[in-house]
């Protein structure tokens, strides 16, 4: 079973069946439907300007549009992580991104629309609710005219969307310009983006900003994993400038694993196991697109646990993160600041990145170094832990890799080439675990419109690990080695948990709509003659609530069957006395 064949909202006409209605809307009707800042809230929650005040040090200036939320909380986080450690001495101009918690409690404001939406996506690029980006843009320069004589400023992105690319390209446009011009081009700024279509994956998006309209294309589910639909430069009718991106979210893998690809399985294993990891780099930029690279080397699978692309010492989750008094949790960590060195010395993996170099230069690979050897940030580059892979190593990627540099391959080839890798290795590895959870799916006979829905049978590691002997990974991959003492411990992970999650509540799902299709080919007016009045009023606010229940929880349901069990409940209701008609159809339910 391939990975794509499965609908995280459930069956591909329902996932078709939101996209048709959502385009639909997309139109002069649903302009007007929305209010202002709607679309914005669609793709930012705000934008922040970070400066640095000599008497309170990093300071939220600015917070657009002005009626946005934060919580003293959310801009202390925000002021610190906005700005690189002092020792990372980064002078110019800077981009980084970083993620934090939410404050609880909070009202989600996207409304059900953009919900839907989400359903759409690919598993990987879900929003999560509890949690916030940052994009950022950093600008240090001298400047005598200030007392501190340096301008330091950062242009802030805050938005629950993980689409890196897009919001780094969308700084590189205007942030240069907001540096020259201040307020009123950030408000500007704004309302381009509350002109914006709503984030609809599939479809190919223009999205202006000050006079450049990019053109983007956010993935579906329905994609062939390791595939992206090129989107084409065309010339614009009103002349504006037309910019293509290849991707929304993806980074530039290879430059971000260049100083450890001889490693790259280790990593691998270690993301996919949900190990705590630490990422040391010089600078923020570095931090956050290492961590984003490891956080997207197991895709199509989700990786459940969190990840901080730049961590400081000034974060809230910083002492429950650093403390000794329990193991390290399952988290991937991108620091800068020499004093974590120490301060996560007893972390069973740590990374060390020097700086990345340009495209076509590759650092001298190092072995796996044990973490005694770790004392100081200034420690030689390499992979600190003492862990011993459960496969053997492939040594093919790494020639694949190293031919490529020594024939000075573009790196967005060799980013290619590794992401292929990824993927072959998270496909081999899962698609036992999907074929082996799809049989706990009841068969469909099973299925009686007069019964409750049956459950899914239990998931049993015994019997998961009999069916590796004939339909394991070697099936689809040549790779050798501890193959069951990978998915021993795969099984007691955040990332399994979260996967398996996932899949119960979609085969949920799959079973309630099952039984919604069954209850719809059923004379449900010729069964209401044969019962009580009674018992064909409980019929009725019960197929009412099923319906809710498939509106609610966006069951796999084909626009076709709603309608007819709609016709049903109707043809009931009027073949019952006047007094209870009127009752049943004024009748909501819970």
């Known amino acids: 079973m391939s990975l794509r064949e499965r609908s995280p909202g459930g069956a591909v006409e329902a996932g078709e069946d939101v996209a048709a209605a959502v385009a639909a809307l997309d139109g002069p009707e649903r302009c007007l439907s929305m209010l202002p800042w709607d679309r914005f809230s669609a793709w930012l929650h705000c934008v922040c300007v970070v400066g640095f005040d000599l008497e309170l040090g990093q300071a939220v200036e600015v917070i657009y549009p002005p009626h946005s939320k934060l919580t003293d909380k959310e801009k202390t986080n925000i002021c610190y992580l906005s700005f690189p450690d002092s020792n990372s001495g980064c002078l110019g101009d800077t981009q980084f991104c970083f993620r934090f918690r939410r404050s609880p409690g909070r009202r989600v404001s996207l409304c059900c629309f953009l919900d839907q939406l989400d359903r759409d996506l690919p598993v990987y690029l879900k929003k999560d609710p509890a949690y916030y980006y940052g994009y950022v843009y950093f600008r240090q320069v001298r400047d005598k005219s200030l007392k501190r004589g340096y301008f330091q400023k950062s242009l802030v992105l805050i938005s629950k969307l993980p689409y890196v690319h897009l919001f780094r390209t969308m700084l590189k446009q205007i942030a240069p310009e907001y540096f020259e011009k201040s307020e009123a081009f950030l408000e500007a700024v704004c309302s381009d983006v509350d002109r914006w279509p709503p984030p609809i994956p599939g479809k190919i998006l223009h999205l202006p900003i000050m006079g450049i309209i990019m053109k983007l294309r956010i993935p579906t589910y329905r994609d062939k994993p390791g595939t992206t639909p090129v989107v084409q430069n065309m010339h614009q009718a009103d002349a504006q400038i037309s910019m293509a991106l290849p991707t929304v979210h993806e ?320 043809d009931i209701i009027l073949a019952l006395p006047d007094d209870l008609q009127d009752i049943l159809l004024k009748t909501g339910t819970t």
């Open 251 to 570: 980074v530039d893998l290879f430059r971000c694993f260049s100083p450890v690809f001889f490693h790259v399985q280790m990593l691998w294993e270690l993301v996919l196991l949900g190990e705590p990891l630490v990422v040391m780099a010089p600078s923020p930029s570095e931090s956050s697109e290492t961590v984003l690279a490891l956080v997207s080397c197991i895709s199509p699978l989700k990786y459940c646990s969190d990840f901080r692309p730049y961590f400081t010492i000034h974060d809230s989750e910083f002492k429950e993160y650093t403390t000794r008094t329990q193991a390290p949790p399952s988290v991937i960590l991108g620091v800068t600041n020499p004093f974590f060195a120490k301060t996560l010395q007893h972390w069973p993996h740590i990374i060390r990145i020097g700086d990345i170099k340009l495209p076509g230069e590759v650092p001298k690979q190092v072995k796996v170094k044990k973490l005694k050897n770790l004392k100081t940030l200034d420690s030689k580059p390499g992979v600190y832990s003492s862990y011993k892979p459960y496969l053997n190593k492939d040594e093919e990627i790494v020639k694949q890799l190293q031919k490529g540099v020594q024939q000075k391959r573009p790196t967005e080839a060799q980013s290619v080439i590794l992401r292929r890798y990824f993927l072959e290795l998270t496909e081999s590895f899962i698609i036992p675990l999907e074929r082996y959870v799809a049989s706990l799916m009841p068969l469909q006979k099973c299925i009686s419109p007069w019964k409750s829905p049956p459950q899914l049978r239990q998931f049993s590691q015994d019997d998961f690990m009999k069916t590796l002997e004939k339909a394991g990974p070697q099936l689809t991959s040549g790779l050798k080695g501890d193959w069951i003492g990978l998915y021993r411990h795969f099984l007691k992970s955040p990332n399994f948990d979260g996967w398996f999650r996932s899949r119960q509540k979609e085969m949920t799902q799959k079973l309630e709509a099952l039984h919604l299709e069954a209850l719809c080919n059923e004379n449900l007016v010729f069964w209401s003659q044969k019962h009580t009045e009674v018992e064909t009023v409980d019929l009725v606010l019960k197929l009412k609530n099923k319906l809710l229940q498939a509106d609610r929880e966006h069951l796999p349901v084909k626009t076709d069957t709603l309608k007819k069990l709609q016709t049903h409940i109707n």
